[in-house]
């Protein structure tokens, strides 16, 4: 790159004396405008000379590569915002769940496990439901409000006791 610019500034400079220099010796009016001319054409040519030899870098490359990788970047961000709002709708589930049974005197621990699916959606596997051995006799209104109001098959209940 500096040698194209020390070639551009030599060919400019010495096209520039030699015009004047040519200009000094003439003194018709015919043959000074024609070497004017030529001389303006030699200071053109001296700039465009070295610019045609110039080479700029591949620059779709570089733009398809960070294309990429911004897709790239995109669609690991967007897989982690699916698993954050999977995430997120499973502990609302749990608290649910665990306020519904408050409401009836029972005090529950859930707790659900999920998958997700190619297409996004999170699938429920499982709901593990610990209370005390003394909260027996309200499991089946707990089981109840799981598959009334939450959709989940009663078959996906699992019930730890505590003592």
Same mark, same amino acid.
């Given at each position: 790159? #500096? ?9 400019? @400079? ?12 003439? +003194? ?7 070497? +004017? ?17 110039? +080479? ?12 990429? @990788?911004? !897709?790239? %970047?995109? @669609? %690991?961000?967007?897989? %982690? ?5 999977? %995430?997120?709708?499973? *502990? ?5 769940? !665990? ?26 596997? *499982? ?17 109840? #409000? ?5 959709? #989940? ?11």
């Amino acid at each position: 790159m #500096i040698e194209t610019f020390q070639t551009l500034l030599t060919g400019v @400079a010495a096209a520039a004396l030699c015009g004047g220099v040519a200009l000094s010796l003439t +003194r018709g009016s015919a043959l000074r405008e024609v070497l +004017r001319l030529a001389c303006g054409l030699a200071v053109v040519l001296a700039v465009l000379e070295p610019l045609s030899t110039l +080479r700029l870098p591949k620059l779709g490359a570089s733009f398809r590569q960070t294309v990429a @990788a911004g !897709e790239a %970047q995109s @669609a %690991q961000y967007q897989a %982690q915002s699916v698993q954050a709002l999977a %995430q997120a709708a499973i *502990g609302q589930v749990e608290q649910y769940i !665990e306020q519904r049974a408050a409401a009836l005197g029972v005090v529950v621990k859930a707790e659900l496990t999920a998958t997700s699916e190619a297409d996004g959606r999170t699938l429920v596997t *499982g709901v593990t439901l610990t209370a005390s051995q003394a909260e027996q006799n309200d499991k089946t209104a707990i089981e109840t #409000i799981l598959v009334t109001e939450c959709g #989940i098959p009663k078959e996906l209940i699992t019930w730890n006791w505590t003592e």
